[in-house]
Every structure is written in C-alpha cells, then in structure tokens.
C-alpha cells in the first residue's frame, strides 16, 4: 500500500503535468523559502524544519483541533508543511501532544519540551511569543478588558495583568496585560480571544518577536554573568601590566639595554 508521502508526490507530479510543467514547476520552486512569520507545531526547530520534515502531513491529521494545517501553493509557507494560524484556530496545548507522537521523521521530537523535568510537557513549547500592541490594546486605553489573560492556558504565569494608574483622570487604574516570555508557549489561544477587529496581541516566531543584547552588557546580578565580569577584569588586569612593562622598558635608561 502506498504511503501518504507518495501519494502526496504524486499529487504534485500530476499537477505538474496539468500544468504544462514549467509554470507549476516554478511556482512550486518559489515557495521552498519559507514565510518568516510562519507558526510550527510543538516540538519543531525551525532551522532545520523545512529540510527534515517529510510533508506525510500525519500531525495535521493527529491534530483534534483542526490546528493544524499543510501549506498550498500561494501561501508563501514552504508546500505541504504544516502550520497553524492562531486568529483561525489556536493550539490547545494537548497534553498528551499528539502531534509530535505521530510524526515518523522526528522532526517534531518531544525531547525539545523537556526543561527541568525529565518528561516532555507541552507547557514547555516554544512556538512562538505573544506581542501586545499597545496603541490597539483597549486595556491600554483605559477599557476594563483581561480577554486575553483568561482565555491563556497558563493564566497568571504566561500573562499577567499590571494596575496602571490612569495619567488622564488621575484616579482609575487600568489593567495592562503583560506577557512574560520565559513561560508563554506561543499557543496563540489570547491572539484568537482578542476582542478587538485585528488582534492587539500576536504570536510571532521567537527570533522575530526577541531581541539580542550581546556580550557588552552585563546583568551583575546574574551567576553566569558574574563569571564573565570576572574573566573580563583578569584580561584588563593582565592588559594593564603588559603596558607597564613595556612603559617600564622604555623608561629605563640603563645603559645595557643599549649594548
């Protein structure tokens, strides 16, 4: 019996041939680069995503939600991945993540939802990160509204609310929502709870919704970053007095330095 992963290719080379080969052909090339903004499922490294994965779209069918869907020709998502769109349907953190336990080619691997335990636990997904944008947020306008913090799986962890004072009347508080990075999934359930026409809050992919600070600053505060405080001052240290030795050298008028 053919597998799916042959039936989808020859899916394709029958397109191809409908289509007098070239035009599909080129189209199908142009969407093997991949949306930068394009969501994964649980369990997926998107460095190597679109080379490892094998397109059977088994977790799309695993999936109870209808999450999950495979990427069509003009969508400008690599074809035949699977993907999922938060404002149409979000990921309902299932925790017996059945998604990756179907894909054959480990290319969702359950070992990167492991933290501190030594089981794989949804709440340790990395899809994404929730942005809020403020100027849209009406919690941020002073409109008493936590759609997004009760509709979150991890309410009061990944998003938490902040009472503000409100600078206009002086007197009311405003409850901002506020995401915390370390802990939000990107399950985009808050992005589809949005009340508002286009969702104020979006799940973006982590290097894209993060930023880097790099190695000139350090965070004194932090055990690792002491450390590195610490090496940075014995290289200055050592600086320094290769540059009084030499200082010294040059001073020196004895006269066999000369002979």
């Known amino acids: 019996m053919s ?16 289509g007098s080969g070239g035009l599909v052909w080129g189209a199908l090339a142009n969407e093997t680069v991949d ?8 369990g997926a490294e998107l460095d190597t995503f679109i080379q490892s994965c094998v397109k059977c ?32 349907v979000p990921c309902y953190m299932c925790t017996h993540i059945p998604c990756i336990d179907a894909c054959p ?9 492991i933290k501190e335990s030594e089981t794989a636990d949804i709440e340790n997904a990395k899809m994404g990160l929730a942005v809020i944008h403020k100027e849209t947020c009406i919690a941020f306008w002073g409109i008493q509204c936590d759609a997004c913090f009760r509709a979150c799986p991890l309410m009061n962890e990944a ?5 503000e004072k409100n600078q206009q009347t002086g007197k ?16 985009g359930v808050c992005e589809h709870a949005c009340i508002v026409e286009k969702a104020a809050i979006a799940i973006l992919p982590v290097d894209k919704a993060t930023g880097k600070v790099g190695d000139h600053y350090i965070r004194n505060w932090e055990k690792s970053d002491e450390e590195q405080l610490k090496h940075k001052k014995e290289v200055e240290s050592n600086e320094d007095t290769d540059v009084n030795s030499a200082l010294d050298y040059l001073n020196n008028d004895d006269e066999e ?3």
């Open 172 to 187: 009311h508080a405003n409850l901002q929502p506020v995401v915390n990075s370390d802990v939000c999934t990107g399950c």
């Open 105 to 113: 080619s480990g290319t969702l691997d359950l070992k990167r939802l």
């Open 57 to 88: 779209g088994l977790c799309v069918e695993a999936c109870p939600y209808d999450t999950l869907k495979l990427a069509s020709t003009g969508e400008n998502i690599a074809l035949g991945t699977p993907y999922f769109k938060p404002r149409d």
């Open 3 to 18: 597998s799916r992963r042959d039936v989808l290719k020859n899916l394709f080379k029958t397109a191809a041939v409908a």
């Open 257 to 259: 330095l000369f002979d």
């Open 159 to 163: 998003i938490t609310l902040v009472f």
């Open 35 to 42: 949306s930068q903004f394009v969501l994964r499922p649980p």
